[in-house]
């Protein structure tokens, strides 16, 4: 497994001297984290995770994967946050050609995502869709329990019980969700539905690897052995080495935290591949959710370039510096596009004429980050040979591994996500919940 990190381009704002005060803490936060000593150590099972993968649940993930291919146009993702944007993330990355040229090259099955949000518009407009498709459900859920997923799911099921009656809908949907309790534990073991288990050790964020993220991407058509071993591969990588500068998940968490300290509260993690835009998605939740607490934490955002470059780019370059780049890099595209000679040349591109669009996209790359870095605007790089299912299994454990060790920098506990609460209590008391009654009193008078 090879991913870079280029730190090229934060060298004139991060000392080596700097980062060499880390040394002896990353020590003890790696010790923390593969001994599960440290702070959330309840939630650290996605630490070695990928090697546990066994093959009999691959294999069955693949076998009901292809079942539910066989009998369905469309398979409907129900879930949110971490039971949802793992598999978002790897399907937009790996989705190769957005414009197939026929049923059997790309779509043989559509995955559709539900229960992401609370717009009406697009639920009905999903459910008067699916009337005329043929349909199965994967529903995930942790806690079962999530507003938005059991309201989806409600309907959802409802629909496909009219089209196909009880028990044949029962032989359509697919239940991932705690081994023994929830909600849709008990509703999974009433109806008979197939289900998974989330293991109870890893959390929302870190379960991508799990049947969270590998039963719909197996669904989606990909290669969920290539993910697990990129995963295995970077989490070897990442485990032998100990030399901070050499380990590129702890020379990440080290140089974000180092710029942190000095005023550059937000990440921007960029992308010139809008096939990672999603992958963005993820990473934000990963870090969000992790790092912000306590009134900490580094604020992460995200960016397609160059699109965005049309856009944030002003800001970027010349506004309130209070953030760092990070840019995933992609040495290699899965095609070659090459600008042809025009005989007018009338827009002036014939200098170009026999490069290819990516050399383009690499050039507008480097350009922008030397132009940020004169900006102030700190640069760090993350080099990727390419996107496959192997580099993006090891671009997830990667992030991770950074993630909760930036986290015990920080001095957080990067397993828990006690904020989340506050929203639903309000959301509970308003929509007059039982057991919220006090609540409700209290938040009709501030109405
Ligand atoms: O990371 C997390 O824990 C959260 O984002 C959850 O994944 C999200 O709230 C969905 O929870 P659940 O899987 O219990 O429905």
């Known amino acids: 497994m090879s991913l870079i990190i280029n730190d090229l381009y934060v060298n004139e704002f991060v000392s080596g001297d700097e980062l060499n005060l880390f040394r002896r803490e990353v020590d003890l936060h790696r010790d923390q984290i593969y001994k ?22 691959l294999t069955r993930i693949e076998s009901d994967a292809a079942e539910l291919r066989e009998h369905s146009e469309v398979a409907v993702l ?48 999903l459910l008067d869709w699916l009337k005329n498709k043929s349909f199965s459900i994967i529903v995930i859920s942790k806690s ?149 607490k306590g009134g900490k934490g580094i604020f992460p955002a995200g960016v397609t370039f160059t699109t965005d470059l049309h856009s944030m780019g002003q800001y970027i370059q010349d506004g309130h510096k209070n953030f760092f780049e990070t840019t995933i890099t992609i040495g290699k595209d899965r095609h070659e596009v090459i600008i042809p000679e025009d005989e007018n040349d009338l827009e002036g591109l014939n200098y170009l004429a026999g490069k290819s669009v990516g050399f383009v996209n690499e050039m507008a790359s480097r350009g922008t980050m030397l132009a940020h870095v004169d900006g102030d605007v700190p640069n760090l790089e993350i080099i990727l040979p390419e996107i496959t299912p192997y580099h993006i299994g090891g671009l997830i454990y990667f992030f991770e591994m950074a993630c909760a060790i930036s986290g015990y920098i920080l001095d957080v506990n990067p397993f828990d996500q006690p904020g989340v609460e506050d ?24 109405l």
């Not at 639903?424 to 209290?442: D, H, I, R, S, Y």
């Open 36 to 57: 599960k000593e440290g702070k959330g150590n309840d939630f650290l099972g996605w630490v070695d995770l990928p090697g546990k993968v066994d093959h009999a649940l």
């Open 144 to 292: 079962g329990t999530t507003t938005e997923p059991a309201i989806a799911f409600r309907l959802l099921r409802e629909l496909l019980e009219r089209k196909l009656g009880k028990d044949q809908a029962a032989k359509r949907i697919i239940a991932v969700t705690d081994a023994s309790k929830g909600a849709l534990k008990t509703l999974a073991d009433a109806e008979d539905y197939k289900s998974y288990v989330i293991p109870d050790d890893v959390g929302g964020r870190y379960s991508v690897l799990t049947p969270v993220g590998l039963l719909p991407i197996a669904v989606a058509g990909h290669n969920i052995r290539e993910l697990v071993q990129g995963a295995v591969s970077m989490a070897e990588l990442l485990r032998e080495k100990d030399q901070l500068t050499e380990n590129p998940a702890a020379h990440y968490a080290v140089i974000r935290n180092i710029l942190y300290s000095k005023g550059k509260t937000t990440e921007i993690l960029a992308t010139y591949n809008p096939s990672l835009t999603f992958f963005i998605e993820w990473w934000k939740q990963l870090f969000g959710e992790s790092e912000g």
């Open 423 to 446: 929203y639903k209590k309000n959301m509970f008391a308003l929509l007059g919940k039982p057991g919220f009654e006090q609540e409700t009193k209290a938040i009709k008078k501030r």
């Open 78 to 125: 129900v879930g949110i946050g971490g039971s949802y944007l793992g598999t978002r993330a790897v399907c937009e990355a790996l989705s190769t050609n957005p414009f197939p040229a026929n049923e059997t090259e790309e779509k043989q099955i559509q995955l559709v995502y539900a229960g992401h949000h609370l717009d009406q518009d697009y639920l009905h407009n």
